[in-house]
């Protein structure tokens, strides 16, 4: 049954997508294609030239926030490696 098969998997497994793509291309977790979309749609509300309702560009507006958030907290964890608190003695 392919849905037992689908219920063992780990959760990172679940997470990165199909396994082994043979289109050249890295795995990348589920979300960040929607997340790119969100980036692009939020981007777009705010800088089009017509006439949006106010509340449609504040929300686009932190959303944009928001997602930039989440980029800087993704690439500060990538960039610090996981080591144990460390004190000087004096």
């Known amino acids: 049954?392919?849905?037992?098969?689908t219920a063992l998997r780990s959760t990172?497994?679940?997470?990165?997508?199909?396994?082994?793509?043979s289109n050249g291309q890295?795995?990348?977790a589920w979300w960040q294609p929607w997340k790119k979309g969100l980036q692009l749609a939020g981007?777009?509300?705010?800088?089009?030239?017509i006439g949006?309702?106010?509340?449609?560009?504040k929300a686009a507006k932190y959303l944009n926030l928001l997602l930039g958030v989440w980029d800087n907290l993704?690439?500060?964890?990538k960039e610090k490696?996981?080591?144990e608190h460390q004190q000087d003695a004096p």
């Not at 049954?1 to 098969?5: G, Y």
């Open 1 to 5: 049954m392919k849905t037992k098969n």
């Open 52 to 57: 949006l309702p106010a509340k449609l560009v």
């Open 43 to 49: 981007q777009l509300v705010v800088a089009s030239p």
């Open 26 to 28: 890295t795995q990348t």
């Open 12 to 21: 990172e497994e679940r997470n990165t997508g199909p396994t082994g793509a």
């Open 81 to 83: 490696p996981h080591t």
């Open 74 to 77: 993704e690439a500060s964890q």
